[in-house]
């Protein structure tokens, strides 16, 4: 039984698994919450650009020139990853706490196709729901600023668009390292502590330590990251250590060793 | 056809199954008892690839089940009903499962309605009741159509019509060829579904025998009370019966059947005031082996 209709037996259980997957992310409400919580942070990102046009518009004309809002897009990478770390999570944890993951595993026992799909529909996922959250972000929020030069609105769209893919893909990565997470601990707490910790704790601390660790630290850190991938700093770094694609493949990384440590485990472990 | 052989799993310190041998085959329902702990779910693990022996095999069909490809055409396994989403709709449940075997959506409607859940295939599983959580994971563990099923305590919570329900369908199961491994801790229920029985105790076989050679070894005998005792004695003991005093006050007659004692008794005109057939119920012989088994593992033999 190596191929049916032409097809490889391989490549149908790798569709099979994946449309298997999807349907357990659809058909849950925490998938809802998830995308409602998406929506909510570039609703936030609106308020912000309209609060700030506000202020702009309250100052007298001699003050204007010193209100330089940050880059609202990267703002809402920090809700982005952790709204989409927890479902890197629980798509993986939730299977474990409910106990499916037995039936999960005996009906695909070679393990790692169900892992390989849980990891595909939860990068597709996080990188479209993130890239339509910042893109969305991006355009409301310089409809709302208008002419009001305000830092954030004068960057040109050749400068923000590689921005809008840096944060798109921030989000994939914080959302598989969640899903890693969870497949190694089991646990929905230890691993959502695991993502606030990736993607908060871990750059305030950075940015405490003495210099140059403070800067080469950041550099490696998600925020870091983000901005050297798409040449936008903000914010921790004052300049880039990593080039884009060095920048990238670090950021590849933060999903990929989790995930390797998560396939191993299930390999190796009883169910 | 299910195989273990020689198959021993210890977890850290504990050694939940010992050594553990058996088949099961065909077209007949095989029943899997023994007390708590006694490792018959850690041997269903085993065999489900979910988790891996210590040593020792368990197949499928001569296979071990990690190698089979879309397994669910040829295992079929429900093991914990209680592991459901319940935010996730009884449909979505399987089609779920259905979906990485190459099954599709209208067979997983058709075993909705086998089970008796079509009505209810779209709402919410955790709101089902016990009885209807175990329906949907028989549902699941027909999806495949499998020719080798594998239950974890099915009639667990269940009320006597649900109990009727499954014992129904294993037998039926069975009926039509499959392999049936359905494990419990009542004799009683076993005694009405199962045609062979595997009974173990701490990780170890205590016997593998059919249900009517357990209950014939652990026949008693009869009982019998007549007024001239002495005489009846004398001619069933001619005929080849044991024959020894019970301490109730009549005979205690083995080795021969109760019609055979009818039959002498009206040969030589002997009156018969009580005849008892007195096979100890399998629930105490079940009582009887796995105490033993405990014993026997004291003085460090197996069996
Ligand atoms: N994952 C595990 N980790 C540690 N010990 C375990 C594990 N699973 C089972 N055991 C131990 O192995 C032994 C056999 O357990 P098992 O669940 O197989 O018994 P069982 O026959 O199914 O019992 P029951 O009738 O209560 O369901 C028990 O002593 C149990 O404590
Ligand atoms: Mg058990």
């Given at each position: 039984m190596t191929s049916v209709g032409g097809v490889s037996e391989g490549a149908r259980t790798v569709t099979g698994v994946l449309g298997a997957e999807w349907v357990k992310v659809r058909s849950v409400r925490s998938f809802s919450y998830v995308l409602a919580g998406a929506a909510m942070s570039a609703l936030l990102m609106a308020a912000l650009a309209w609060y700030s046009a506000s202020l702009y518009d309250g100052l007298p004309d001699g003050q204007r020139a010193g209100l330089s809002v940050t880059s609202l897009v990267s703002v809402i990478g920090l809700p982005l990853q952790i709204c989409f770390g927890v479902f890197g999570v629980l798509v993986v944890t939730s299977e474990y706490a409910t106990g499916t993951i037995r039936s999960?595993?005996?009906?695909?026992?070679?393990?790692?196709?169900?892992?390989?799909?849980?990891?595909?529909?939860?990068?597709?996922v996080s990188l479209a729901a993130g890239l339509a959250a910042a893109t969305a972000t991006f355009f409301s929020t310089r409809a709302i600023a208008g002419e009001r030069p305000m830092g954030f609105n004068e960057v040109p769209l050749s400068e923000g668009v590689p921005e809008l893919f840096a944060a798109a893909a921030a989000v994939a990565a914080v959302a598989l390292a969640g899903a890693g997470l969870g497949a190694v601990s089991r646990s929905t707490a230890g691993s959502v502590i695991g993502v606030v910790v990736l993607v908060y704790v871990l750059p305030i601390v950075a940015l405490n330590l003495p210099e140059p660790w403070s800067e080469r630290v950041s550099a490696v850190l998600l925020p870091g990251l983000v901005g050297?991938?798409?040449?936008?700093?903000?914010?921790?770094?004052?300049?880039?250590?990593l080039s884009p694609p060095q920048a990238l493949a670090v950021l590849a990384l933060y999903a990929a060793v989790p995930l390797g440590a998560a396939a191993l485990a299930l390999r190796c472990r009883d169910a | 056809m299910i195989e273990v052989k020689e198959l021993s799993k210890r977890y850290g310190g504990t050694s939940a199954v010992d050594g553990l041998s058996f088949s099961v085959g065909p077209g007949r329902v095989t029943g899997f008892l023994g007390p708590n702990g006694a490792g018959k779910t850690?041997?269903?693990?085993?065999?489900?690839?979910?988790?891996?022996?210590?040593?020792?095999?368990?197949?499928?069909?001569?296979?071990?089940?990690?190698?089979?490809?879309?397994?669910?055409?040829?295992?079929?396994?429900?093991?914990?009903?209680?592991?459901?989403?319940?935010?996730?709709?009884?449909?979505?449940?399987?089609?779920?499962?259905?979906?990485?075997?190459?099954?599709?959506?209208?067979?997983?409607?058709?075993?909705?309605?086998?089970?008796?859940?079509?009505?209810?295939?779209?709402?919410?599983?955790?709101?089902?009741s016990l009885g209807m959580k175990q329906r949907l994971g028989i549902a699941a563990a027909l999806l495949g159509d499998p020719g080798v099923l594998l239950f974890d305590e099915p009639v667990n919570g269940l009320d006597p019509d649900g109990v009727r329900w499954i014992r129904e369908l294993m037998r039926s199961l069975a009926a039509e060829g499959r392999t049936v491994l359905l494990s419990s801790h009542l004799m009683s229920e076993m005694e009405l579904t199962a045609d062979r029985l595997v009974v173990i105790g701490r990780g170890r076989l205590i016997c593998d025998t059919t249900v009517r050679d357990l209950a014939a070894r652990f026949d008693r005998g009869v009982l019998v009370r007549s007024p001239r005792a002495a005489e009846l004695a004398e001619v069933l003991t001619g005929a080849g019966a044991a024959v020894a005093p019970d301490p109730?006050?009549?005979?205690?007659?083995?080795?021969?059947?109760?019609?055979?004692?009818?039959?002498?008794?009206?040969?030589?005109?002997?009156?018969?005031?009580?005849?008892?057939?007195?096979?100890?119920?399998?629930?105490?012989?079940y009582m009887e082996l796995t105490a033993g088994s405990v014993e026997h593992r004291a003085h460090g033999s197996a069996r």
């Open positions: 999960s595993l005996v009906a695909v026992p070679r393990r790692w196709p169900v892992l390989a799909a849980k990891a595909a529909v939860v990068a597709a050297q991938v798409s040449g936008v700093l903000s914010g921790t770094l004052s300049h880039a250590l | 850690t041997t269903m693990r085993v065999l489900l690839g979910l988790d891996a022996p210590t040593s020792g095999e368990a197949l499928v069909d001569g296979l071990r089940y990690a190698r089979i490809r879309r397994p669910m055409l040829r295992v079929g396994a429900l093991l914990d009903a209680g592991a459901l989403h319940g935010g996730r709709s009884a449909f979505d449940h399987l089609l779920c499962l259905a979906r990485t075997n190459g099954i599709g959506a209208r067979r997983v409607a058709e075993v909705l309605e086998q089970v008796g859940l079509a009505g209810v295939a779209r709402k919410r599983a955790g709101g089902f109730s006050g009549g005979l205690a007659v083995t080795g021969v059947d109760v019609s055979v004692i009818g039959d002498l008794a009206a040969r030589h005109a002997l009156p018969i005031h009580e005849a008892t057939p007195r096979s100890a119920s399998l629930e105490e012989a």
